[in-house]
């Protein structure tokens, strides 16, 4: 078997640094995250920590840094039992976390947030003596930090190392990061990994956790599978594949890609020309973008998110006026800022965020398989009334057709899991009959087995002659799906065209806004 380029067994034996043995943890709604977790560091050592959504790993991270309390269970480092309070507790101990939400302090710079909560109340005096210190620890780790900035000015990746730094300076040894290429470039995420390997050779102890199964077989030594809180595999990563963690993740069999055969595509059903939006700021979000997507063809935008995608798709809903330009649906203008329209003229729309714009939370699970169709005459009987009978069965169907997992049509929306409550948005808008489907991050945050089955669905419908614009941060689920593909950056299209005629190297500079040499606007 051949080695893994990042496996090196010298630094596997400098001794183990962690040990977590049983530990459970139930909330006090009776939710049960952790059924007797053991889970071991070494020194030196990358490990992966893979789950899908709800299987306890972001939990057990959060007890090991000190954030949560165990219900049962025991933590040793260096052999010593501990109990950890608070953070405080676990850094004082050399574990330090970093999340997947930001904690910076925007108008900061980089140095002020580094010291936050390390130099007393007198900050702006311990800057000048601290900053030697800091400086020192850059260039031990390598990391590249414009000290002087203010965050809120800095692009995400470098707002990433600000807050990895902050933990390093408190002296960690053991570093968890919780989903942390989530919102960056490829290229970025090039730099993190050179990074985490520069601490693994000093020593240093990592823990990965992810749900990209390609990421964690790149950067870990070692990958630990969590499901409903248990722990379902441990392996090193050299003899891991991605069917085998997929179903560990699930407990059955997933094939984690999708097979999407060549097609010719039909008339163009979308057409935008020279469209410009304006944000929220009053600036121009979308500027000047003009692109088609055909019958029977998956168009994919990739991009870091914040670069116009939002307004592009809300301006394409009605939910946002245009500025300048024009959107043609089969060949005739869409009304401005007249959303129901837009559904009536067969355009379906699979919202960025379900719980903000996919859902009514509080309403029930046959409520919401009917929003923005109620007034469809099957809804309805005389007087305009809502035929209670006929949705209720309808959303029974959707239910069993779209595989949604819920306690009946009746339950509240919010009791689903996040994986089911998106199944139940992209059922409830496929169902339309569309002719157009906006599909905006469709698979954000679920498991192995639902991206995929998400991911199938939008093939399905390409291949019945619809025409799917897919907007995706995640450039793998942009290159599996789709025909065609533009990058975003900064409201433009820095280049369109077949997916086959792009490296995932040359998107990923895109993504950063460096325009590869030989490749126009």
């Known amino acids: ?139 031990e780790t390598g990391l590249s930090i414009p000290l002087d900035v203010p965050v809120e000015l800095l692009p995400v990746g470098v707002q990433q190392r ?32 050179r990074f985490l390997r520069r601490l693994k050779e000093g020593g240093r102890s990592i823990v990965f956790i992810t749900h990209k199964l390609r ?12 499901r409903n809180g248990r722990v379902t595999g441990e392996i090193p990563t050299i003899e891991a594949t991605p069917e085998l963690l997929a179903e560990w993740m699930v407990g059955r069999a997933v094939v984690p890609r999708v097979s999407r055969s060549p097609r010719p595509p039909g008339e163009p059903v979308l057409v935008v020309r020279d469209l410009e939006v304006m944000g929220d700021l009053g600036l121009p979000a979308v500027r000047g973008v003009s692109f088609e997507v055909r019958a029977g063809e998956i168009f994919g935008i990739a ?28 060949g005739k203008p869409l009304p401005p800022l007249a959303p129901i329209e837009a559904y009536r003229r067969g355009i379906a729309h699979i919202p960025e965020d379900r719980l903000r714009f996919g859902m009514a939370l509080n309403f029930d699970v046959a409520e919401n398989s009917i929003l923005s169709r109620q007034w469809e005459p099957v809804f309805l009987r005389g007087g305009g009334r809502l035929n209670w009978p006929r949705i209720l069965t309808f959303a029974s169907e959707l239910l069993q057709r779209f595989q949604v997992i819920a306690p009946g049509v009746r339950a509240v929306v919010r009791s689903l899991s996040g994986g089911n409550q998106q199944k139940l948005v992209v059922g409830r808008e496929l169902t339309k009959e569309p002719r157009l489907i906006l599909a905006v991050h469709p698979t954000r945050g679920l498991d192995v087995a639902s991206t995929a089955y998400i991911r199938e669905l939008l093939v399905q419908m390409r291949d019945a002659g619809k025409a799917v614009l897919l907007i995706s941060a995640d450039l793998d689920e942009v290159l599996e799906l789709s025909d065609r593909i533009a990058v975003m950056y900064e409201g433009k299209f820095l280049a369109v065209g077949p997916v086959e005629v792009f490296t995932r190297e040359e998107i990923g500079l895109m993504m950063g806004g460096m325009i590869p040499e030989g490749r126009a606007r």
């Open 1 to 139: 078997m051949l080695a893994h380029p990042h496996f090196r067994p010298s630094v596997r034996t400098m001794g183990l640094r962690i040990e977590m043995r049983e530990i459970h943890k139930v909330y006090p709604d009776g939710t049960v995250a952790l059924r007797g977790v053991d889970f071991r560091l070494e020194r030196g050592e990358i490990v992966g920590l893979l789950g899908e959504n709800g299987a306890g790993k972001t939990t057990l991270m959060k007890i090991l840094s000190g954030l949560l309390p165990p219900t049962r269970g025991e933590i040793r480092i260096d052999g010593r039992p501990v109990r950890f309070r608070n953070p405080a507790d676990a850094l004082r101990e050399g574990i330090g976390m970093v999340h997947q939400i930001f904690t910076l302090v925007p108008p900061y710079t980089a140095l002020e947030n580094i010291l936050l909560g390390q130099e007393g109340s007198a900050l702006w005096l311990a800057k000048d003596r601290a900053r030697d210190r800091v400086q020192r620890l850059l260039e």
């Open 162 to 193: 600000v807050e990895i730094a902050k933990v390093l300076y408190r002296g960690t040894q053991v570093l968890i990061l919780d989903e942390p290429t989530s919102a960056l470039t490829p290229l970025e995420v090039e730099e993190l990994f």
């Open 215 to 226: 990421e964690v077989l790149e950067i870990s030594d070692r990958i630990v599978v969590l």
């Open 303 to 330: 991009g870091v998110e914040g670069n116009g995608q939002s307004e592009l798709v809300q301006a394409l809903g009605g939910l946002r006026p245009i500025h300048r330009g024009e959107i043609l649906l089969d």
